[in-house]
C-alpha cells in the first residue's frame, strides 16, 4: 500500500503478537462448575435434614394437625396410596387421617429406616396416650414428593 499516511510510519499489523491459549480460563471454569455441585450435594441434607430428622417432622406436623381437628392439613400429608384408597372408601383424605389416631395425644419416640413397596421409608413409633390408656403405633413415611405418611400399623 502506499500513500499518505498520518504518521510517518507505515501501516502496522494489528496483531503482532503470539495468540495467548485460554485453556486456563476453561479448565478453572470446568472446575468451578464441578466444586458447585459437590458443594451443593454435600449441602443439601444440611438444608432439608436428614431422612430421619424428614420424617420426624412431618409425623410431628402430622399429629399436630389431627390434634388440632385440622383434617384437611393431615390428608395433604398422606401419600398419594393413602389419599386414593380414601377416595375409593367414599372418604376424604382428612377423613382417612382418623383412622391413624387410636386415642389421645400422640408422640414420636423414635425412627428407625423400613421399607414400604420395595421403597425405602422411615418407620416412626408414635405413643398414644390419654391419661388412662397407652398404646403405640408405628407410621410409615415414604418420600413421595416430600416425606408422606403412607400406613400404620401397631408397634411391636
Known sequence: MSGPYLYDDGPEALHTGRPRSRNGFIVALLGGTA??????VVALPLVKGSAEEQAREVVGVYLAALEAGDTETAGELLCEAERDRATEQGLAAGERAREYVPFGT??????????????DAQEVRVR???????AETTLTVVLEDGPRVCG???AG
Do not use: F, K, T, Y
Open 152 to 154: 400404620s400399623s401397631p
Open 128 to 134: 398414644w396416650d390419654d391419661g388412662a390408656d397407652r
Open 35 to 40: 466444586a458447585v455441585a459437590v458443594a451443593a
Open 106 to 119: 400422640g408422640e414420636v419416640v423414635g425412627v428407625r429406616p423400613g421399607e414400604l413397596d420395595g421403597q
